[in-house]
């Protein structure tokens, strides 16, 4: 089969949550021994560009975002075996969840959707996490990015913790922030390493961090 269409075949399959598509495009681009780098930033990434485009304009809602990113691990999942180091490897790790206190994950979760799809290894802690679980998880799993997220003012002094702990700790990790009531202007104030508006911008955020 084609390489293109191969890659064609991966961005439609996670723009219309296709599983079985998505299968038979990967095990296709591993016979031909297409490079995963490729299949990650013109194939997968491209359709979760898509859907997170899709979801911006309200189009579509999270369940169909989280289907998306499902059918994309799937393929990652396969590729698993193929990735090598270099190139091929994945872009880092980053550690995503809502900041201690809140429990609000929409964001977060599509998130870490775009931030799969770009070929980045993302460990989702979930809602309410502390300071020090941030650094644990970072630590244990070899990451190199903080992402939390607050949805509430309350809790915006949380991010600020997780900046204070972490150069505590010997400022080992990028800390980003996001949610509604955060702006650079407050990511500036605290120390932070960078400031995402929206689910596309993070993707960018941490390709440039960890470039």
Not at 151 to 160: A, D, G, P, Y
Not at 169 to 196: H, L, M, Q, V
Request: proline share 2%; glycine share 10%.
């Amino acid at each position: 089969m084609a390489k293109d269409k191969i890659i064609a075949d991966m961005k439609t399959a996670v723009e219309t949550w296709n599983i079985k598509l998505v299968q038979e495009a990967t095990k296709a681009a591993i016979d031909e021994k297409i490079e995963p780098k490729e299949l990650i930033e013109n194939g997968l990434g491209k359709g979760m560009e898509t859907i997170g485009v899709r979801f911006d304009k309200a189009e579509i809602y999270l369940p169909q975002v989280v289907a998306a990113s499902k059918t994309m691990e799937v393929a990652l999942k396969m590729l698993e075996p193929v990735m090598k180091t270099g190139d091929s490897a994945l872009r880092g790790t980053v550690i995503m969840g809502t900041v201690e206190g809140d429990i609000h994950e929409i964001g977060k979760n599509v998130c870490c959707a775009m931030l799969r799809g770009a070929g980045f290894s993302v460990f989702d802690l979930g809602p309410d996490v502390s300071a020090q679980d941030f650094l644990d998880s970072a630590e244990e799993n070899g990451a190199t990015i903080i992402g939390g997220s607050a949805l509430m003012t309350t809790t915006l002094e949380s991010q600020r913790d997780i900046v204070n702990a972490n150069k505590e700790n010997g400022g080992n990790y990028k800390c980003i922030f996001g949610g509604a009531p955060c702006t650079k202007e407050w990511c500036d104030e605290i120390g932070a390493d960078g400031y995402s508006a929206t689910a596309g911008e993070i993707v960018e955020l941490c390709k440039k961090l960890t470039a």
